[in-house]
């Protein structure tokens, strides 16, 4: 019996470390971090083989490297770090079902969101059409009254109209950012914190910066429309979301806030 209940324990022991490996790998592939991520696995599959054949003065030196680089690699992969953390800090492990959605284990149906997302996303493409250009934050799980102070506060239901007049360009209310709870727009003109990234393109303003790095620090949605271009963006955990229609969009944005 004991020796039933090791083996499954040595089961569920490997599973864990792989989805950890797994959801690692999620965080650091497309960045940079990749590579380092790579070299890292293979020093320490080197080390445990240098152990195993007993080659003490190689193991004794990739062990200290180990121990020591521990400490680099926190400055490494801070922002990895951030969002790993931010992903399981900001579960509310009071409701289960919700943890699991964010693991990808359960998804609900888009029609969960209790936001107009079709009135958001409509007026970002009118506001495409006319190159107003446009900077949306959504709230998720973390709080935003960190940024919310910096701008003016309000209280008024999501739709399309309110959202394009707030962005017309001679309302004294379109500069900076709106920040959307539930279905209700709660602030407008907020500053938001503007991404470290030095690998991101040029073209990028700084609107696409700032969308991009609320999305670093918190687990809110960010959409932007170019004033120059008049393309519209989905930011989510400090990536760009490729999508091709509107729709598509909708139900994106609809799944993730599920």
Not at 47 to 58: H, N, P, V
Not at 145 to 150: G, H, L
Not at 151 to 169: C, H, Q, R, W
Not at 202 to 231: C, N, P, Q, W, Y
Request: hydrophobic letters at 50%; one cysteine or more; charged letters at 20%.
């Amino acid at each position: 019996m004991d020796l039933i209940n090791l083996r499954i324990l040595d089961i569920l022991d490997i599973v864990l470390v792989a989805l950890l490996l797994y959801y690692i790998y999620k965080l650091v592939k497309g960045t940079a971090a990749i590579n380092i991520f790579i070299g890292i696995v293979m020093i320490y599959l080197v080390w445990k083989l240098t152990q195993f054949l007993a080659m003490e003065m190689l193991s004794s030196v990739l062990g200290e490297f180990i121990g020591v680089g521990m400490f680099a690699l926190i400055v490494v992969f801070q922002q990895e770090i951030r969002k790993f953390l931010l992903m399981i800090g900001s579960t509310n492990f009071g409701r289960r079902r919700k943890f699991l959605r964010q693991l990808k284990f359960i998804r609900d149906t888009p029609e969960d969101s209790v936001t107009n997302v079709t009135a958001i996303v409509n007026a970002c493409s009118e506001m495409a059409k006319t190159h107003t250009g446009a900077l949306i934050v959504i709230k998720r799980n973390t709080s935003l009254d960190f940024v919310k102070t910096s701008g003016d506060a309000m209280d008024v239901l999501v739709n399309t109209p309110i959202i394009e007049s707030i962005f017309y360009k001679n309302s004294p209310l379109h500069d900076g950012a709106m920040i959307i709870e539930d279905n209700s727009i709660v602030a407008t003109r907020v500053i938001l914190p503007v991404t470290n990234d030095n690998n991101m393109p040029l073209r990028f303003g700084l609107r696409h910066r700032a969308a991009v790095g609320i999305s670093e620090k918190t687990d809110a949605l960010a959409l932007v429309v170019s004033e120059e271009t008049g393309k519209l963006s989905y930011i989510k955990n400090g990536e760009f979301v490729i999508f091709k229609t509107e729709e598509e969009l909708i139900e994106k944005i609809k799944r993730d806030l599920v």
